[in-house]
């Protein structure tokens, strides 16, 4: 079965800091990967896809993600955090289900 | 305004007691899920549904019930024999298959007491 694990359940940055959060696939076959970004008490919301056709991936808001087969990674990055940031981010992997790691809180430093 | 509409969105039941959240979307998909969400957990598939008329169990289906009659429907009843219902509770849809991204609910938060 396809899995994803989400590295550090909480990260915190300063305003304008890289931000860079982690997620590793198990999967045996190619995967298709995504990146949610959920705020308090809401549903969630996509940010980005993987769909093969590029391992640079682009998003909203000025996120984006590299797949890298060689180390099984699906990183989310973004140049400059915002306070507007702040939110709890999913990786997930799909096969007909779609597969949620544990989520990663972002909390952003003034 | 296509989207997928979850009700209530706070739901309070005494133990012991059946409860069904409503979810209904009108983006025409075919695909539908119910996920549990917990502090910490992330979240965790309940059922599934990629087609009317058929579902499948997701990781945690003990104590839950599920039906698909309707495409834009796909209701969820948490039973008297879930040990611990209290939950955040998400609905979503996809096209169907496997590169489709899922659009999500506002949620409904459970609480039994």
């Known amino acids: 079965a396809q899995s994803v694990t989400q590295l550090g359940s909480h990260v915190s940055v300063s305003e304008g800091a890289l931000v860079l959060l982690r997620c590793n696939y198990s999967s045996s076959v190619p995967p298709y990967l995504f990146w949610y970004v959920q705020y308090p008490n809401q549903g969630l919301q996509l940010l980005l896809k993987?769909?093969?056709?590029?391992?640079l991936v682009k998003g909203i808001n000025g996120f984006e993600a590299e797949f890298k087969k060689s180390e099984t990674s699906f990183h989310l990055t973004k140049p400059s955090a915002h306070m507007s940031d702040a939110a709890e981010y999913f990786c997930?992997?799909?096969?007909?289900?779609?597969?949620f790691g544990s989520g990663t809180r972002l909390s952003i430093r003034p | 305004d296509g989207g997928i509409t979850q009700s209530p969105k706070y739901l309070f039941r005494k133990e012991g007691q059946n409860v069904t959240l409503s979810c209904e979307q009108n983006?025409?998909?075919?695909?539908m899920y119910w996920y549990r969400q917990d502090p910490g957990q992330g979240l965790r598939l309940i059922y599934y549904s990629q087609i009317v008329n058929d579902f499948q169990k997701g990781d945690i289906a003990e104590g839950y019930s599920v039906s698909r009659e309707k495409k834009e429907s796909f209701p969820l009843t948490v039973t008297s024999a879930q040990k611990n219902p209290t939950a955040f509770y998400l609905c979503?849809?996809?096209?169907?298959?496997?590169?489709?991204?899922?659009?999500f609910g506002q949620g409904t938060r459970l609480t039994v007491v």
């Open positions: 997930a992997v799909s096969d007909y289900r779609i597969i």
């Open positions: 983006l025409n998909h075919d695909a």
């Open positions: 993987y769909t093969s056709a590029a391992t």
């Open positions: 979503a849809s996809s096209l169907g298959g496997m590169n489709t991204e899922a659009f």
